[in-house]
T-cell receptor, first 119, second 115 residues
Framework: GAVVSQHPSRVICKSGTSVKIECRSL??????MFWYRQFPKKSLMLMAT?????????EQGVEKDKFLINHASLTLSTLTVTSAHPEDSSFYIC???????????????FGPGTRLTVT | AQSVTQPDIHITVSEGASLELRCNYS??????LFWYVQSPGQGLQLLLK??????LVQGIKGFEAEFKRSQSSFNLRKPSVHWSDAAEYFC?????????????FGAGTRLAVHP
């Protein structure tokens, strides 16, 4: 089946620094990649939608200058948390989307997540 | 607006007992529905999905779900729960313009299994 990896799985950084998280689709080319944030014991909150070669589309309330998304290829998207603060500490999950057949239905495959802790 | 409601935040069952997790959706057109499971500190794994056809959908790990349009529901069931089923379960509906590419998640139901 389709596999999505994330790196790193866990990162601790100091306040004010930037952190980059990678999301890769290992055995398929992803039409679109998504970035989610999950707070403890909460559901997933969509942060942005990323298409290869174009600017990411951010959800309302998500600061695009703080959460930089680059989708360099059909298998790689990166999320950079700039000038991180303790309130940015969270579990970040990416997913990669693949169209099913020739229709308009897509299936998302999720990465294992990255635990970010900002001290 | 599309939405997904999972009325039960936390459910506890005994190992070997049957399980039903509720999911209600609000969507104007034909919904494309999913159930995912998340173990602590992990990503999401797809259990099953409904696009069309038979309203009773079989998934992995012995799970099934039934789509009921009249009740706007897509409840997840398992006849006999195993301790390894303890996890967080999310129901989701696909939406988006130009293709069903975005997922809207419910709040999740945390399942605890007693030995």
């Amino acid at each position: 089946g389709a596999v999505v990896s994330q790196h790193p799985s866990r990162v601790i950084c100091k306040s004010g620094t930037s952190v980059k998280i990678e999301c890769r689709s290992l055995d398929f080319q992803a039409t679109t990649m998504f970035w989610y944030r999950q707070f403890p014991k909460k559901s997933l909150m969509l942060m942005a939608t990323s298409n290869e070669g174009s600017k990411a589309t951010y959800e309302q309330g998500v600061e695009k200058d703080k959460f930089l998304i680059n989708h360099a290829s059909l298998t790689l998207s990166t999320l950079t948390v700039t000038s991180a603060h303790p309130e940015d500490s969270s579990f970040y999950i990416c997913s990669a989307s693949q169209r099913l057949g020739l229709g308009i239905i897509y299936e998302q495959y999720f990465g294992p997540g990255t635990r970010l802790t900002v001290t | 607006a599309q939405s997904v409601t999972q009325p039960d935040i936390h459910i506890t069952v005994s190992e070997g007992a049957s399980l039903e997790l509720r999911c209600n959706y609000s969507y104007g057109a034909t919904p494309y529905l999913f159930w995912y499971v998340q173990s602590p500190g992990q990503g999401l794994q797809l259990l099953l999905k409904y696009f069309s056809g038979d309203t009773l959908v079989q998934g992995i790990k012995g799970f099934e779900a039934e789509f009921k349009r009249s009740q706007s529901s897509f409840n997840l069931r398992k006849p006999s729960v195993h301790w390894s089923d303890a996890a967080e379960y999310f129901c989701a509906v696909a939406s988006g313009s130009g293709g069903y590419n975005k997922l809207i998640f419910g709040a999740g139901t945390r399942l605890a299994v007693h030995p």
